[in-house]
């Protein structure tokens, strides 16, 4: 009797401590997944921002490219520096709006 009875508590010992380390195993799991899921989503919107900021440099590229190859046209010299730097062709007048009422 005394024999079956340590048998019992034994493999109860023994069954208890399993369901315990993988109780633990589990949620150690869990967390892990739940690290890299967070990780994953960070990762995501950090690659659609840089595939947004990659369109806007490719269309800047174009206009540069487009910029460059008509360096020697000289309505666009032209407009050029009438766009960037505010210089007027003789004959013309700049006219400058202010926003303040």
Same mark, same amino acid.
């Given at each position: 009797?005394?024999?079956s ?27 892990? +997944? $739940? #690290?890299?899921?967070? /990780?994953?989503g !960070?990762?995501?919107?950090?690659k659609e921002?840089l595939?947004? @900021?990659?369109? =806007?440099? +490719? $269309? #800047?590229q174009?206009? /540069?490219?487009? !910029?460059l ?5 000289p309505a666009?010299? @032209?407009?050029? =520096?009438?766009?960037?730097l505010?210089?007027v ?9 202010s926003?303040?009422?």
């Amino acid at each position: 009797m005394w024999d079956s009875l340590l048998k019992l508590v034994f493999v109860n010992k023994r069954l208890l401590s399993t369901v315990f380390f993988l109780s633990i195993s589990y949620l150690v799991y869990s967390q892990s +997944i $739940e #690290k890299k899921v967070q /990780l994953l989503g !960070e990762l995501q919107l950090k690659k659609e921002r840089l595939l947004s @900021e990659k369109v =806007l440099l +490719i $269309e #800047k590229q174009k206009e /540069l490219a487009m !910029e460059l190859a008509s360096s020697h046209d000289p309505a666009w010299i @032209e407009l050029s =520096l009438m766009r960037r730097l505010g210089v007027v062709p003789e004959g013309q007048v700049k006219v400058h709006f202010s926003s303040d009422p």
